[in-house]
């Protein structure tokens, strides 16, 4: 599955938008939390909600069913996650999360996990959510300057608190490796 053209640099474009709104650089880590206050957006542990020994039970029937969703109730939307997820994960499932909300996608589709009726959405705008997510997190100018300081993706993933694998994602497929090595 390809992303729309020019969707890449219309989320670099977005990501800067929405760090200007937050008084946030360029090169600045994003907190979430603040994005998703920013965005009138509730985050809530889903361990607030069922048992952890609920969630611990799914997690062994079906790791990584459930990572993080978004509900709406009485017109406001809530980001649920799943405690159980390390913090860079967590990071990035609600950036992946608040970029549905941001992109306006529709939950349209219904799919079932272990019996259970999911509505979700179709799989090019997950795709979407996961690449805006990643450049919510780490935008190109950021990443420029973790190269310029000769970071590799474990020193992106520890300085900015995502995990090794959006660092790396990140760090792939926007060439800026390749960018800095040019000069």
Known sequence: ??????????????????????DLGDTDALNVDDLADHL??????????????RLEELERVQAYAFSAATFQVSGRNIVVTNPLRTA??????????????????DLTEIREVN??????????????????GGTLMLPRPLLL??????????????????????A????NTTGVAKQVRGR
Not at 8 to 16: G, V
Not at 40 to 53: D, H, M, P, Q
Not at 89 to 101: C, G
Not at 122 to 130: I, K, S, Y
């Open 1 to 22: 599955m390809t992303l729309p053209r020019g969707f890449k640099a219309n989320a670099e474009r977005e990501a800067l938008r929405l760090r200007r709104e937050l």
């Open 40 to 53: 009138k957006v509730k985050i809530v542990s889903a361990e607030k909600l069922v048992s952890r020994t």
């Open 88 to 105: 860079g994960r967590r990071a990035s499932d609600v950036a992946h999360e608040l970029s549905h909300l941001v992109l306006k996608h």
């Open 115 to 132: 019996g259970m009726p999911f509505r979700t959405c179709r799989p090019d705008e997950e795709e979407q959510a996961t690449a805006f």
């Open 145 to 166: 300057g973790a190269v310029r300081r000769q970071w590799g993706p474990t020193q992106i993933a520890e300085h900015y608190g995502v995990t090794e694998e959006m």
């Open 168 to 171: 790396r994602y990140r760090y």
